[in-house]
Nanobody, 120 residues
Framework: QLQASGGGSVPAGGSLRLSCAASGVRFSGEAIGWYRQAPGKEREFVAATTWSGRSTSYVDSVKGQFTISRDNGKNTVYLQMRSLKPEDTAVYFC???????????????WGQGTLVTVSS
């Protein structure tokens, strides 16, 4: 399973680090990443990394603001979010992915979400 944590409420400009711990399942895909879903909107790709760490990808709106990293020893992936904006408010989901592509249909397994709320 994928267990996400680290969400919370912060003022604009604040930072949060999300964690996603993988356990119990050996994922066959090559990547793990984060998606988010804002109220009334579709779920969108945010960032992903291959398990090897050789490749990462970000949606344009978070480039330079978010950083994805992983600790294979802990089977955990992190999403460091800085300079948060109200438009970053969403439920963030970690996901085991077949490949790094910014689509939901490459997701093999969804973790539960963690809510991030950014106030103006």
């Amino acid at each position: 399973q994928l267990q996400a944590s680290g969400g919370g409420s912060v003022p604009a400009g604040g930072s949060l680090r999300l964690s996603c711990a993988a356990s119990g399942v050996r994922f066959s895909g090559e990547a793990i990443g984060w998606y988010r879903q804002a109220p009334g909107k579709e779920r969108e790709f945010v960032a992903a990394t291959t398990w090897s760490g050789r490749s990462t990808s970000y949606v344009d709106s978070v480039k330079g603001q978010f950083t994805i990293s992983r600790d294979n020893g802990k089977n955990t992936v992190y999403l460091q979010m800085r300079s948060l904006k109200p438009e970053d408010t969403a439920v963030y989901f970690c996901a085991a992915m077949k490949v790094i592509l910014p689509f939901t249909d490459v997701v093999d397994y969804w973790g539960q979400g963690t809510l991030v709320t950014v106030s103006s």
